[in-house]
């Protein structure tokens, strides 16, 4: 759980289409840095008795996001390599596609009402996305991430990279990285031994890195801001993709 005027908790699963499951609530805090991320998510959130639900592409690089008042939210972030066939997720790098006729019970997906999932029943919600065909998935993507060599042709992997992820490879690996660095330092990693562990030319090439995917100097990172928190950033449980 974090706590910095906005309340975080997350778990991983065991379901291969799905990285992490998340949900939040806001209490004093007006804004956030969201961090770069590589993965695509399906959010619902409740504000003044409204709900509403979104699909969030991925982020390319940091940036600020206001944060409702007294909100709540739920989120799952799905694995590198799941995409949804109906929705191009090069359309969503950087922005959303809002869901329409949300309420606390329910959720219309293609052509018929779905009750809304939430953070314990995630993966059945998932499944039954799975089978109804909206959500697919290629597990070439995660194989090379894992360092698997392809039999297929440096042309048609990033192709089907892009048409997965929305991003190429060595976009998904900087995030990756970055992600990790941030978790590093803020752990207590001297920025020179994260620069050495992670691969970086030196420290102005982390610095770099940092800022542009995180929004933050390794300064700052060791001292949170709880003014502007972080959005969920954890410490991933593989290495840096290849």
Not at 55 to 60: D, F
Request: with cysteine; proline share 8%.
């Amino acid at each position: 759980m974090i706590r910095l005027g906005l309340e975080i908790e997350s778990r991983p699963s065991e379901l291969p289409y799905i990285e992490r499951v998340w949900c939040s609530r806001s209490d004093d805090v007006g804004r956030m840095t969201s961090i770069a991320t590589s993965h695509w998510e399906l959010v619902f959130w409740e504000h003044d008795g409204q709900v509403r639900a979104a699909v969030l592409g991925p982020e390319p690089h940091a940036c600020p996001a206001p944060v409702p008042k007294d909100a709540t939210f739920f989120g799952i972030s799905f694995a590198l390599g799941t995409s949804m066939p109906h929705v191009p997720i090069s359309r969503l790098v950087g922005g959303n596609a809002e869901i329409p006729d949300v309420t606390r019970r329910s959720v219309w997906l293609k052509g018929s009402a779905w009750h809304v999932p939430d953070y314990d029943n995630a993966e059945a919600f998932v499944r039954r996305m799975v089978r109804e065909g909206i959500v697919a998935y290629d597990p070439l993507v995660p194989a090379v991430l894992d360092g698997a060599i392809p039999d297929v042709s440096e042309r048609t992997l990033q192709r089907r990279f892009v048409a997965a992820t929305g991003l190429t490879r060595g976009t998904i690996r900087q995030i990756h990285r970055a992600r990790q660095a941030a978790v590093l330092i803020q752990e207590g990693a001297p920025a020179q031994d994260v620069v050495h562990r992670l691969g970086y030319f030196d420290q102005p090439h982390l610095a770099r890195s940092l800022n542009r995917y995180i929004g933050r100097t390794a300064t700052q990172l060791s001292a949170p801001d709880r003014a502007e928190p972080l959005s969920l950033l954890y410490k991933p449980s593989s290495s840096v993709p290849a």
